[in-house]
């Protein structure tokens, strides 16, 4: 299998492209996988870790309205998570996540393992919801896979 990290990477540093990322449940998971790789610092402008709805209201521009009619792990906040992040840091390309990683938290039509991904470029947007399975911890693993190949698929010149 290849590695995703360094498929992007290659890809923003030929094309000159930048990337931000805004992450919730994977809890900056992805930015690390992103910054595993040597010169990553070429193309990843930043992140923001929102946990908490404050940041995501604060700092990505997520509207309170869109929580309270949705939630936070929502195709709409991932939208909105997604296109605030790149807008305030200016970037070609972003990607974000919101989910629930476990094992507590599920409710009725969003069970634990229920992640939404979004990716932006400049007139693109593009969320997709998807159901993982596992401990917490292979919740966060499947969601910064699965980021990576949208991000990858998203870039594809």
């Given at each position: ?11 923003l540093k030929a094309?000159?492209k930048?990337l931000?990322?805004?992450e919730s ?5 992805l930015s690390?996988?992103i ?5 990553s610092?070429?193309y990843?402008?930043?992140?923001i870790i929102?946990?908490?709805n404050q940041?995501?209201?604060k700092?990505l ?5 869109a929580?309270?009619?949705?939630g936070?792990?929502?195709?709409e906040c ?10 305030r840091?200016?970037?070609?390309f972003?990607i974000a996540?919101?989910?629930?990683a ?14 939404y991904i ?6 693109e947007?593009?969320?997709e919801?998807?159901?993982?399975k ?12 699965k980021?990576?190949?949208m991000l990858?698929?998203?870039?594809l010149?």
């Amino acid at each position: 299998m290849k590695n995703l990290e360094a498929e992007i990477g290659k890809i923003l540093k030929a094309g000159k492209k930048t990337l931000a990322i805004a992450e919730s449940c994977t809890g900056g998971y992805l930015s690390h996988l992103i910054t595993s790789v040597s010169g990553s610092s070429d193309y990843f402008v930043g992140g923001i870790i929102a946990y908490h709805n404050q940041i995501k209201i604060k700092e990505l521009g997520v509207r309170p309205k869109a929580i309270r009619k949705y939630g936070a792990v929502s195709a709409e906040c991932a939208g909105e998570m997604v296109m605030g992040i790149r807008k305030r840091l200016k970037t070609d390309f972003a990607i974000a996540v919101t989910g629930i990683a476990g094992p507590t938290g599920g409710v009725k039509g969003k069970p634990v393992g229920t992640v939404y991904i979004a990716f932006a470029a400049k007139n693109e947007l593009l969320v997709e919801r998807f159901s993982f399975k596992g401990s917490r911890k292979r919740v966060i693993e499947q969601s910064a896979k699965k980021a990576l190949e949208m991000l990858l698929a998203g870039i594809l010149p």
